[in-house]
Each structure stands twice: as structure tokens, then as C-alpha cells.
């Protein structure tokens, strides 16, 4: 099984953390901004948090700020689930560890794995690929972007060449989607 890395700043992105880890892949998320931004009380009041704050500090954070908005919109449930996983958020321009694929659901977090991975020394040439879908942030189209991704993994898993069938596979997963699949190629 190739290794995975998964990087993302939406919310509703532990939905495909959770389906692709049932398969039995192996996930990692991390953010890509300068801080962790969970949904506030309107769109543009959010809660910042330092990516040194905890999952568990961030949970009492809202909880004591307005229980009822945060059980409801799905946020505590969210923090709760991913506390378990790990203590905090990992920023993934901190990350040195080697990856074979790299996914993405917002071109704007694209942008940035692509020019950060650009912008480090070659030590090994080793490729990682890079692909981006755009999902929205709310939990139906997390849930539907889940299996999706997840059937497309499955694919390049089972791949005999990955770096020669991964475009025509990308095309495919397109026509089948009715969505457009950014992909690069960088190197270690």
C-alpha cells in the first residue's frame, strides 16, 4: 500500500478521514494556513486557534463560548473525534515526512502544498503526487467527496504503474464526476 497524506483546512474533512482509514488506508491530515479557523457564530466571526492549541483546549474553548451552536453545527462532535486521533492540529509545511500522494479538496490549499513542496531542496527525487477535487464545506458534500476520493485511492492502489496510468485515471474519475481534478507532480 502506498503511503498517504491527506491536506485540507476544511471542516468537514474528518468525514473523509474517517471513510478512507475504514478502508484501511493510511491517513494523515494536516492544515495548510497560519492558523487553525473553525466556523463561528456567523461566517465572518471564526474561531482562530494557534496550531499549538489542542484539540481538547479548543472543545472547552466552544463549549464554554456556546454549547448549543457547536453541538449542532457538528463542531464539538468533530474535535471530540479528532482528539482521540491526535493531541492538535499539524501544520503541513512543518512536516518533513515522505508522502506518495498528496490530496487536496480546495485549490487555494493545492496552491500552497504544491508551492511548498516546490520551494524545498531536492534531497531524493523521489515523486509525490499531488492531486486536488474541490469539495465543499458542509457534510453532504464531505460525505459524497469521501467515496469518491476513497474509490479513487482504491484505483491508484491497484494501479500497476502509477506514474503512467494516473493521468488517464484522473481523466476517467472526471467524466464519471462531472468534477475537474487538478494533479502535479513534485519531488522530494
Do not use: W
Not at 484501511?24 to 486557534?49: C, E, I
Not at 463542531?75 to 490530496?103: G, T
Not at 488517464?168 to 522530494?188: A, D, I, M, N, P
Amino acid at each position: 500500500m502506498f503511503a498517504q497524506l491527506f491536506c485540507c483546512d476544511l471542516v468537514c474533512f474528518s468525514n473523509l478521514l474517517c471513510v478512507l482509514h475504514k478502508r484501511g488506508f493510511s491517513v494523515r491530515s494536516f492544515g495548510t494556513g497560519t492558523h487553525v479557523k473553525l466556523p463561528g457564530p456567523a461566517p465572518d466571526k471564526p474561531n482562530v486557534y494557534d496550531f499549538k492549541t489542542t484539540y481538547d483546549q479548543m472543545y472547552n474553548d466552544l463549549l464554554r463560548k456556546d454549547k448549543e451552536l457547536y453541538t449542532q453545527n457538528g463542531i464539538l462532535h468533530m474535535l471530540d473525534r479528532n482528539k482521540r486521533i491526535k493531541p492538535r492540529p499539524e501544520r503541513f509545511q512543518n512536516c518533513k515526512d515522505v508522502f506518495d500522494l498528496i490530496l487536496t479538496c480546495e485549490e487555494r490549499v493545492y496552491d500552497q502544498v504544491v508551492e511548498d513542496l516546490n520551494s524545498r531542496e531536492q534531497e531524493t527525487c523521489q515523486p509525490v503526487h499531488v492531486i486536488n477535487v474541490d469539495i465543499q464545506d458542509n457534510h453532504e458534500e464531505a460525505t459524497l467527496g469521501a467515496f469518491l476520493i476513497c474509490e479513487l485511492c482504491q484505483c491508484i492502489q491497484h494501479t500497476e504503474d502509477m506514474e503512467n496510468e494516473i493521468d488517464e485515471l484522473l481523466q476517467e474519475f472526471e467524466e464519471k464526476s462531472g468534477r475537474t481534478f487538478l494533479h502535479t507532480v513534485c519531488f522530494y
